[in-house]
């Protein structure tokens, strides 16, 4: 018996987004109550980086399942990110 394993693990622009993002939302969890403080997240923007968490990680998925090609994913994926931090960046103003 064979099994065939087709996950390949590639390395996307929303694989390191959410990469980071998760990281930060863990390291803003477990730091010390201190004022003063680099990354001071509250309650609700701790649940506006999870839920970028979770949507860059399904978006990714869709993009995925939409491409084949590494090089297209790449382009799409950071003209997406481009895009979504400049609409940001705009409704901020």
Known sequence: MTTKNNIKLRLTPLNIVTALS????????????????HFDLGA?????????IVVSFISDLIFRFAFKDLKKIWLVELVFIIFTVVLVLILKK
């Open 22 to 37: 998760l990281a930060l939302l863990i390291s803003t969890m477990f730091q010390p109550e201190k004022r003063g403080q």
């Open 44 to 52: 609700f923007h701790q649940f506006l980086l999870g839920s970028l």
